[in-house]
């Protein structure tokens, strides 16, 4: 497996002012047997010129209309050459052993897919990076590893899954999401394929002002998607649905304090967890509490 061409495949839009960055970190890859397609998603900025002026014949550049992220990853993997495709984004950054080290172990393990951890930086105006957190923690080893542990909490990004490419093309990403478009694909591919886990920081996830990670209301739209495809499961597992609405409601706390109110006291029906009554309330109080003086 160590000769397999892998197909990286990375959705942009107006993101010349950073893709390079994003599509060198790749090329610079330990293993180099590999195509590049980036799927311009109806970008008007100069992405292409920028793409052709890296000058690697293994960038591959693909124009579509504008559908969203979504159709453009589905894009990518109909076109890709690679029997193992991995999945990048335009303004995230890889490092150098990313793909050597998951193509080890889906070697050694014979699995379907393969994740890895990945670090979140905040990118302040000034250029400055700072950390936001790793996820999976290093609490969470391959065994962890289940549907149920994915639905109580997403910990899953597309930039972590590198997997054989019929797998990608038997589970397609849901154009119909807004946000949370990994973590729908990643509950998917756990009820259905093996996984094998790289428990190593291979990603670096950059947050910037115009990330779509930023946007909080898509977040809501998205996790009511995820609740009505997972209806069912959820039904026959409450503490997972429970946990699942706090974990979201965590998350929301700060950019939307009523949304996270209320999930709060959805796990507390479902669950009766008294620390879901606890998190509510203080919810609650923090938001009667000036901004500046918190």
Request: charged share 25%; glycine share 4%; with cysteine.
């Amino acid at each position: 497996m160590r000769d397999e061409l892998v197909s990286v495949v990375i959705p942009t839009y107006n993101r010349a002012y950073c893709i390079a960055e994003s599509v060198g970190s790749v090329l610079r890859q330990t293993h180099d047997n590999l195509e590049v397609v980036v799927v311009d998603d109806g970008s008007t900025d100069n992405t292409r010129e920028v793409l052709e002026s890296l000058g690697d014949e293994r960038v591959r550049y693909v124009r579509q209309q504008n559908a969203g992220a979504c159709a453009a990853r589905n894009h990518g993997v109909d076109v890709a050459r690679g029997h193992l495709v991995a999945f990048h984004d335009s303004d995230d950054v890889w490092l150098e052993h990313k793909l050597e080290r998951q193509l080890t172990s889906l070697g050694r393990s014979g699995a379907d897919f393969c994740l890895c951890q990945m670090r979140t930086l905040r990118e302040e105006a000034d250029g400055v990076r700072t950390l936001v957190h790793v996820v999976p923690n290093d609490l969470l080893t391959g065994a962890d590893l289940t549907t149920s542990t994915i639905l109580e909490k997403n910990f899953l990004s597309t930039q972590m899954l590198m997997g054989h490419r019929e797998v990608f093309l038997e589970e397609r990403f849901d154009v119909r999401m807004p946000r949370l478009q990994d973590w729908d694909l990643g509950i998917r591919l756990f009820e259905r394929f093996s996984c094998t886990y790289v428990q190593e920081i291979l990603v670096e996830q950059i947050i910037r002002s115009d990330s779509l990670s930023s946007d909080s209301r898509k977040y809501v739209v998205a996790l009511e998607l995820i609740e009505e495809k997972n209806v069912a499961y959820l039904h026959e597992h409450k503490r997972v649905h429970a946990q699942m609405l706090s974990n979201a409601a965590k998350s929301l706390a700060t950019s939307l304090p009523k949304e996270s109110q209320r999930l709060f006291l959805r796990s507390f029906r479902i669950d009766h967890n008294p620390l879901s009554l606890a998190h509510a309330a203080h919810v609650q109080a923090m938001s009667l509490v000036p901004a500046c003086m918190r």
